[in-house]
C-alpha cells in the first residue's frame, strides 16, 4: 500500500472514567470507519492527573475493552494506564481486527515541576517498531520525542511514520512550548524522511489547560493538517512511496554507524 489514512482523534479525556472515555472513542471512531489508522491521545483512556485520584482503574492490556476499539474499521493507537502484576506503566496499544498487536511503554518518565510520572509509572525498556496495513510505523510518548536518539532509533528500524502521542499543556520552559513541539517534529520528519503524526489532547484537568494542537507533518517538515485547541477530528493522507522514493533518492540513513553510537554510549556511561 502508497497511502496510509491515519484519523487524528484529539480527545479531552474526563479524568479516571474509563467507560466514560472509551464511549467518546468509539463513536469518533465509528465516523472514520474508513481509516486505516486512528490515533488517540497519551493516556485518552484515563486522563492524566491519576496521582490526584484515591482510586484509579488500571486496564490490562489484555482487556477485551481495549480490543474491541480495533475490531471494526481502522487500526487504533490508544493511550492508556496499564496495570501488569502490580506495575503500571504509561502505555500506548495498537489494535488491529480485535486485537492488541503491540504495547508501546512510555520510555523516559518526566520527574520534575508539575510531572511526577515516575512516582506512577514504571518506565519502559524497549522501542517498537511494527508493520500496521502497509506502514511501518514506531510509537514514542509525549517526553520520547524530546530524546533524540529513541526517533533516530526508530527510523533505523525502518520506521516510515513516528506516531507522537501527548498531554502538553501550555507552558514556556525556555520558548513556548507549541513553538518547541513544531520544532521537535518538523526536525524528525526532515531528518529521518518520514511522516510524524502528532496528537496532543484538549480540556483542562486539575487547572491545567492541554493545547491540543494535534498535526500530521511530511518528510518537506510542513504540516498537512493541524487541529485547534478543542476536541476535533482530523483525517489525512500520508504518502508512503514518496517517503521511500526519497530515502532511495537522498540515502540520509544509509550509514548509521551503529558500531561508533555503542562505542560512544559505553565510554559516557562508564563516566556516569
Excluded at 488517540?40 to 482503574?57: I, K, N, Q, R
Aim: proline fraction near 6%; aromatic fraction near 6%; glycine fraction near 8%.
Amino acid at each position: 500500500m502508497d497511502v496510509l489514512r491515519v484519523a487524528l482523534l484529539q480527545t479531552a479525556p474526563r479524568l479516571g472514567e474509563v467507560d466514560t472515555n472509551l464511549r467518546d472513542l468509539q463513536e469518533r471512531l465509528d465516523r472514520v470507519s474508513g481509516a486505516d489508522m486512528a490515533v488517540t491521545p497519551e493516556l485518552a483512556l484515563h486522563g492524566y492527573h491519576l496521582g490526584s485520584l484515591t482510586d484509579v482503574e488500571p486496564v490490562g492490556a489484555d482487556d477485551p475493552r481495549i480490543a474491541g476499539l480495533g475490531r471494526y474499521g481502522p487500526a487504533v493507537i490508544v493511550g492508556f494506564a496499564e496495570a501488569q502484576r502490580h506495575h503500571r506503566y504509561n502505555s500506548a496499544a495498537i489494535v488491529d481486527g480485535g486485537q492488541v498487536r503491540m504495547v508501546q511503554r512510555k520510555l523516559y518518565l518526566p520527574n520534575y515541576r508539575d510531572w511526577e510520572e515516575r512516582k506512577h509509572f514504571r518506565p519502559g525498556d524497549r522501542l517498537h517498531c511494527l508493520d500496521v496495513r502497509g506502514a511501518r510505523i514506531a510509537v514514542l510518548i509525549c517526553n520520547d520525542l524530546w530524546q533524540p536518539p529513541l526517533p533516530w532509533l526508530a527510523a533505523h528500524d525502518d520506521a516510515e511514520v513516528l506516531v507522537v502521542v501527548a498531554n502538553s499543556v501550555r507552558s514556556q520552559p525556555a520558548a513556548d512550548v507549541r513553538r518547541v513541539w513544531d520544532l521537535l517534529i518538523a526536525h524528525a520528519a526532515v531528518t529521518l524522511q518520514c511522516h510524524v503524526v502528532f496528537v496532543n489532547r484538549s480540556g483542562t484537568e486539575n487547572g491545567q489547560r492541554f493545547w491540543g494542537g494535534s498535526c500530521a507533518v511530511g518528510p518537506d517538515g510542513q504540516a498537512l493538517v493541524r487541529l485547534g485547541e478543542d476536541p476535533d477530528t482530523v483525517e489525512v493522507e500520508l504518502d508512503l512511496a514518496m517517503v521511500r522514493d526519497l530515502r532511495r533518492r537522498w540515502p540520509l540513513l544509509q550509514e548509521p554507524r551503529f558500531e561508533l553510537i555503542a562505542r560512544e554510549t559505553a565510554r559516557l556511561a562508564a563516566q556516569q
